[in-house]
């Protein structure tokens, strides 16, 4: 008996060829010999990930696995008949952990879903198809491929056929009965393979659980038609599978309380748990019982997943294992420098990367095999055993305050007769202030990129450097090198040296400071300097700001493979505290003898009477079209002030937990403003907010606008738009140029400001969609102040902050 032929199926796979070449980035395939049968050519399709959060869905089908035939065409049909196709195996439709998608919120599951909710464990390996490719013969596949993989031993597909046949010899049965019995009810058998001995993952399994664990049968249709929990538990019975641990319970309200207890728990029955799959229907008609109204794209009556994942210590383990993969393909020896910033900001997590490196410098033979999933679960248990310890807590302690060694070096055994210093900054950071300085105490040679006039600067400036590693030891290159081909062109300057050279770089990082910060700071100095720079000088257009923007937006993060020594400096210290810094840096890595205090004072007076020796036309970009609002621009860091508020967490009960869907939701949609600002006048409030908009360009055009302060009280959102409210403003006194003056003529604009527009003022973390527009932020925020809890039938709601404070200054903006 042969699965009935289905139209629909067919035309699914017809649109799904025909999508492919139209969209080959939406949608491609891959086509394979089965292995059980060559002749039969089976076909892979694999959507494009991103798209799954569309709606609407720009595929015809959710399925995520999804595997094909071309059947027999009927010889008495013709040529010119339509190509029929049938589905083999089918995975499960691409489901959501909670807050990544509108409805997939606590509120969106209690509305439009319904009880019994069947939560099964999330298995922590490798999903494995096992099919009928004809009445007797199988097909098991991994998720997109069959068969062997180049450049693997084994691969997933035929790691996972091996315990098929294992289970089928301990049960007496054969391929055919296996075969036959999916045939018959074309269904797909779905497993995860979870097998250290083969590919570790995060979590390690005991011998009784590795193997197939059984978790789903779908019937391999185009609609998502799954079976229940008990019916697969006793297929994997009667096959010889493990057993997916699972529990049902009746409500919404229940599935949350159970996660968040084995969230703060960590286990379940003694087993560590990465999170549960959860198994409903959607609702039909909708209950209505939740505060959201966000509807799933799936039809009523439709089986339904969603996913709940817990952060720790699942997370904390999976970036410990991506960090140790970089740190084990980077070239040259390894470094934290160029691992992922965002996955550092736990403070075991930079433990654990100091420790890895340490290890890897010291026995690189015990990780030979990790980078092919094998000793990933060991490596992290000799860690935790370090932690443990008195050395580890000491390091923990250190991390949690803040601590970081400023100085990196690749190469420790190597002995280097000469140095190439390279700054790695934007503008502002005062590079060439410290390069003055370094040249001064230890007569280091001293060529600027900013004093080369030819018609080749860059090429010019890397001779001057050639030039001067013949007649000193150590020369820097004082360029911003903020992209990673000036450093190469350097390191190749290094590296052709006649005797063994390195390339050391005095590293400005600014990716952890919020870039308003860093661009007030840098944008202070410019000005603070004035005129005494070859060619970046403010003007009345403030044209220096937009440069420096530009170099933070087009900066690359230096990659510590780049260079053989990384001296780690502070754009926020005052300038002799960098070039304290800078000297004992080239103390520990240059083997230098220490300058005395006159020394080092001689070199601030240096700096003071530094001249460039070049004046070159104004580089700067002038700034053609007129401000569009007036803002201050918010030197806070979204992610970390909303993480921080909500635990990272999205099994917090209540309103908490509701922003932290909506939080998770934006931030993987891509939502978060990268420029946080608070809008104070709008042009198209204009000509009704005309003396707003006057004073505020007044306090613009001042030499050194004054710094405001501002308290962030609450975090306010609805189903479309996430702000931030300002419950208060005051100003900060400051010292320098028109310190006083601004300090001034900001209170005088701030109490000057009329109430009703304070009440208004607020950041706007994020929108939901890109044809939201921002300004209903402002619009969410005076609904709120009034005292509503929806707005044109959309729900408001809110949290509070605790002692949340932001600065900056006000500025005339465009974007």
Request: aromatic share 8%; proline share 6%; charged share 25%.
């Amino acid at each position: 008996m042969a699965p009935v032929f289905s139209e629909e199926d067919s035309r699914l796979i017809s649109g799904l060829h025909n999508l492919s070449k139209k969209s080959p980035k939406l949608v491609k395939s891959s086509a394979y010999p089965a292995p059980a049968d060559p002749s039969i050519i089976v076909r892979s399709w694999k959507m494009n990930e991103f798209k799954y959060y569309d709606i609407p869905s720009p595929f015809p089908t959710l399925a995520r696995g999804l595997f094909t035939v071309e059947l027999p065409k009927d010889p008495e049909a013709g040529e010119d008949a339509e190509q029929k196709y049938r589905i083999v195996a089918r995975g499960y439709d691409k489901f959501f952990n909670i807050g990544e998608v509108p409805w997939v919120t606590w509120p969106s599951l209690e509305s439009h879903t319904t009880a019994p909710y069947t939560l099964s464990l999330k298995s922590n390996g490798c999903i494995i198809f096992i099919a009928a490719l004809t009445p007797s013969k199988l097909v098991i596949t991994s998720k997109h491929s069959i068969g062997p993989v180049a450049g693997s031993p084994i691969s997933h597909a035929q790691a996972g056929e091996g315990w098929v046949r294992k289970y089928l010899a301990q049960k007496g049965r054969t391929e055919e009965d296996l075969a036959r019995r999916l045939w018959e009810n074309n269904w797909t058998a779905i497993s995860e393979l979870c097998d250290d001995s083969f590919e570790e993952h995060v979590l390690g399994y005991p011998p009784e659980k590795t193997g197939l664990h059984l978790h789903g049968l779908n019937v391999s249709t185009k609609a998502f038609k799954t079976l229940s929990h008990a019916e697969v538990d006793a297929f994997a019975e009667e096959w010889g599978f493990i057993k997916t641990a699972s529990i049902t319970l009746n409500s919404i309200p229940e599935v949350r309380s159970f996660t968040t207890q084995i969230a703060e728990l960590g286990e379940w029955n003694g087993e560590a748990v990465e999170g549960f799959v959860v198994r409903t229907h959607v609702s039909e008609p909708p209950t209505g019982k939740g505060k959201s109204t966000t509807a799933s794209p799936y039809a009523p009556g439709s089986s339904f997943f969603f996913k709940v994942k817990f952060d720790e210590p699942y997370m904390m383990y999976r970036d410990w294992r991506e960090l140790t993969k970089k740190l084990l393909s980077a070239q040259g020896p390894p470094s934290a420098s160029a691992l992922p910033k965002n996955k550092m900001r736990r403070p075991e997590t930079k433990v654990y990367v100091r420790w890895a490196i340490d290890e890897i410098k010291r026995d690189k033979k015990p990780f030979e095999q990790y980078n092919k999933g094998k000793g990933i679960i060991a490596t992290r248990e000799v860690f935790l055993k370090y932690l443990a310890s008195p050395d580890g807590q000491k390091e923990l302690e250190k991390a949690k305050k803040g601590g970081m060694e400023p100085i990196s070096v690749g190469n420790k055994d190597k002995t280097f007769q000469k140095t190439i210093i390279a700054p790695v900054a934007i503008p502002g950071c005062g590079k060439t202030a410290v390069s003055v300085a370094l040249a001064h105490i230890f007569d280091f040679g001293h060529t600027q990129s900013d004093n080369v006039l030819s018609k080749k600067p860059a090429t010019q400036f890397i001779k001057n450097v050639t030039a001067l590693l013949k007649t000193h030891d150590v020369v820097i290159a004082d360029k911003n090198n903020h992209l990673a081909q000036h450093r190469k062109a350097l390191k190749d300057v290094a590296s052709a040296a006649e005797v063994p050279t390195r390339l050391l770089a005095l590293h400005w990082g600014v990716g952890n400071i919020p870039q308003a910060t860093v661009h007030r700071i840098c944008g202070d100095r410019v000005t603070q300097r004035g005129e005494n720079h070859q060619t970046l000088r403010p003007d009345e257009h403030a044209g220096h700001e937009e440069v420096i923007w530009m170099f933070l937006n087009t900066r690359e993060e230096l990659a510590e493979s780049e260079v053989d020594a990384v001296l780690e400096m502070e754009v926020e210290e005052t300038m002799e505290q960098a070039v304290r810094r800078a000297v004992d840096g080239c103390v520990r890595i240059l083997g230098l003898d220490r300058p005395s205090e006159d020394k080092i004072a001689e070199a601030l007076d240096a700096i003071d009477a530094y001249a460039p020796k070049v004046k070159k036309p104004d580089d700067k970009k002038k700034v053609k079209d007129p401000a569009r609002y007036y803002g201050l621009l918010a030197e806070v860091d979204l992610e970390e002030v909303i993480g921080k508020r909500l635990g990272m967490s999205a099994n917090a009960s209540g309103v908490e937990g509701e922003a932290a869907s909506v939080w998770g939701m934006l931030k993987t949609g891509g939502r978060v403003v990268k420029r946080p600002h608070v809008t104070v006048v709008h042009r198209n409030s204009l000509p009704a907010e005309q003396d707003v908009w006057n004073k505020a360009a007044a306090l613009q055009a001042l030499q050194q606008p004054p710094l405001l302060r501002i308290r962030l009280g609450n975090l306010v959102w609805n189903s479309r738009v996430m702000a931030l409210t300002v419950d208060s403003l005051e100003v900060v006194k400051e010292k320098g140029v028109d310190g006083e003056d601004g300090f001034k003529k900001g209170n005088e604009f701030v109490e000057w400001l009329p109430e009703a527009l304070k009440q208004r003022l607020h950041i706007t973390v994020a929108t939901r969609h890109s044809t939201v527009p921002a300004v209903e932020a402002k619009s969410l925020v005076e609904a709120w102040r009034s005292g509503k809890t929806s707005d044109a039938g959309d729900q408001i709601l809110s949290i509070s902050l605790d002692d949340v404070f932001a600065t900056g200054r006000i500025k005339g903006l465009n974007s």
